[in-house]
């Protein structure tokens, strides 16, 4: 129990172009989700905490216009990547938690990792 | 502050055993966890302690805690190629969703 999937694992996209992310719990109601970023062999950086049918709450310094997140439904958020350029390229990874499972625990998803040529 | 640190890399002979060190900064009820991620994938968690604890064990893998010391490790017994991987250990206070990665261990088995 407790699997959170993404969608797609690996996309390459256009500088300029946007590019959605899709994060699922498949098992469980996610009332929460987060999102991470994880650059080349480094730690992982919490970007936003969403809450399901609220507007996320995004970390210092992380730009909620580029990085625009919908929660709305219990088992599906969504990351967009507006404009997307090189720098933007990264490993992202989002983890859901919910009630009906260990509480405040988090369940991590495999990983998408976008590339911007 | 909310610094978990890691070393970064450790090497180790196949069957040998690992040892990852952790240490970390909340001193309140708290729970630690250890993650595995190999290339390209997402994390797998591997275990947890609570704070209340000194040791676990399952199976291959062995976390000691050093309250005091704040210290974590996660010890890999007869550790083999398929072991290598990035570990992170991460804490979260009770009753709260936030999570605090170290900067993770990168683990090389050499055969």
């Known amino acids: 129990g407790a699997v959170v999937s993404q969608h797609p694992s690996r996309v390459i996209c256009k500088s300029g172009t946007s590019v959605k992310i899709e994060c699922r719990s498949l098992?469980?109601?996610?009332?929460?989700m987060f999102w991470y970023r994880q650059f080349p062999k480094q730690s992982l950086m919490l970007m936003a905490t969403?809450?399901?049918?609220?507007?996320?709450?995004?970390e210092q310094g992380v730009e909620k216009d580029k990085f625009l997140i919908n929660h709305a439904s219990l088992t599906l958020s969504t990351l967009t990547v507006t404009s997307a350029h090189p720098e933007d390229s990264s490993f992202y990874i989002c983890?859901?938690?919910?009630?009906?499972?260990?509480?405040?625990?988090?369940?991590f998803g495999p990983g998408t990792r976008l590339t911007v040529t | 502050g909310e610094d978990v640190e890691q070393s970064l890399f450790l090497s180790v002979r196949e069957g040998d055993s690992s040892v990852i060190n952790c240490t970390y900064t909340?001193?309140?009820?708290?729970?630690l966890y250890w993650y595995k991620q190999e290339p390209g994938a997402g994390l797998q968690l591997l275990t947890y302690?609570?704070?209340?604890?000194d040791m676990k064990q399952d199976q291959r893998l062995t976390v000691l805690l050093n309250k005091k010391d704040k210290h974590l490790s996660l010890r890999i017994a007869d550790t083999q190629t398929g072991d290598s991987a990035i570990y992170f250990c991460?804490?979260?206070?009770?009753?709260?969703?936030?999570?605090?990665f170290g900067t993770g261990t990168r683990l090389k088995v050499l055969a």
């Open positions: 983890s859901a938690t919910g009630f009906d499972r260990q509480s405040y625990e988090q369940y």
């Open positions: 098992d469980f109601q996610a009332t929460t």
């Open positions: 969403s809450n399901e049918g609220s507007k996320a709450t995004y």
């Open positions: 909340d001193s309140s009820s708290t729970y």
């Open positions: 302690i609570f704070s209340n604890m």
């Open positions: 991460a804490e979260r206070a009770s009753g709260t969703y936030k999570y605090i």
